[in-house]
Nanobody, 123 residues
Framework: QVQLVESGGGLVQAGDSLRLSCAASGRTFSDYAMGWFRQAPGKEREFVAAISQSSDDTPYADSAKGRFTISRDNAKKTLYLQMNSLKPEDTAVYYC????????????????WGQGTQVTVSA
């Protein structure tokens, strides 16, 4: 099991940027594929981006392609999500999640989750 704590959320204007972080503790961070998901009020949790243990596989949701970049620093046990050109529809609670073996875009594939960080984008 790995413990995850997100940070970096906040209130920004459309067009601004934010970088989310997810600090991991517990088991070896580099053993885990990681993902970012988000959940807006009244909506289901949706996939944003994922990254493999060695960062060679980084799938993105269509909504994130070209604007968001996922990365990780295994030495620092930290996952990142750089979000540029933010839009009001990006408003949601953002969660990081961990799983062993291969990356997946499916939330049910992840077994450890953080508590989330709120991102609010005003028009």
């Amino acid at each position: 099991q790995v413990q995850l704590v997100e940070s970096g959320g906040g209130l920004v204007q459309a067009g601004d940027s934010l970088r989310l972080s997810c600090a991991a503790s517990g088991r070896t961070f580099s053993d885990y594929a990681m993902g970012w998901f988000r959940q807006a009020p009244g909506k289901e949790r949706e996939f944003v981006a994922a990254i493999s243990q060695s960062s060679d596989d980084t799938p993105y949701a269509d909504s994130a392609k070209g604007r968001f970049t996922i990365s990780r620093d295994n030495a620092k046990k930290t996952l990142y999500l750089q979000m540029n050109s933010l839009k009001p529809e990006d408003t949601a609670v953002y969660y990081c999640a961990a799983k062993l073996l291969l990356t997946t875009t499916l939330a049910k594939g992840y077994h450890d989750w953080g508590q989330g960080t709120q991102v609010t984008v005003s028009a």
